[in-house]
Structures are given as structure tokens and as C-alpha cells.
């Protein structure tokens, strides 16, 4: 696929992370993922709570719950629940990963990450990076 091509791709199916991410009922973020292999997507997330509990993300004080999902464990946890695999995939999400979220990409052998918005703390990126997975930002 030529750069272009790849750009174009790229920046559509963030797009859609970005959509997808609208659906979370998080008030302080809102954070969409998309896993993509082979020109389809065979997973998607966003941040919220686990199945069974209620859907407010944050607490009294407005601080996010600690048992909140971020959109890329979700889309992990989705894929691996089904006949799908991730490895080799592209993972499409709108805030950089985080560390934690990093080792679960890594550990599913997603290959490259794009994303919009670069998370305060670096430490996932360079994690990934050093894991030896492509780490892309787009702006859209």
C-alpha cells in the first residue's frame, strides 16, 4: 500500500475510533479504540465501566473510578473473546495508551498503533517502542 493509501486509511479509521468513543459514558475523557487486520475491523472499545455496573465513570469528586476500562483493554478483551486474533493488527485509538494498556497491545501482538491525542505520561509509547511496535500520531 503506498503512503498515500495508508494515510488515508489511517486517518478514516480513526475517525471512527473517535466516533466509537462517543458511545462511553466517561465525562472527563471520552476515548474510542478500533483494531484492524487485513482491512477489517474485528474489534472495537471505549472507556467505561466493566459489564454489570452502572455506567458513571466518575466519582463524587470527579475523579475516574479505578475499576474504569480503558477503550484499548476493552477492544483487547473484546477480540480475545472471540474467534478473532490480533496479532499482526493495527490498533486505532484517539488518546495514546497509557503503560498498563502498552503491555496488554503488546502482549496481543498488535504490530502498530495509531493514534490522535498523545497521553500526558509517554512511558506506553516508549514501551511500545521498544517492544519494537510501530507508533504512528495523526491528526484529524
Known sequence: ?????????DTAYLKIAHEWGKLSYCKRRQVGAIIVKNGMIISDGFNGTPTGFDNLC???NNYTKWYVLHAEANAITKVSASTQSSKGSTLY?????????????HQAKIKRVVYNEQYKDTSGLEFLEKAGVEVC????
Open 137 to 140: 500520531q495523526i491528526e484529524i
Open 93 to 105: 485509538v484517539t488518546l495514546s495508551p497509557c503503560k498498563d494498556c502498552s503491555k496488554l497491545i
Open 1 to 9: 500500500m503506498t503512503k498515500d493509501k495508508q494515510n488515508k486509511y
Open 58 to 60: 466518575e466519582d463524587e
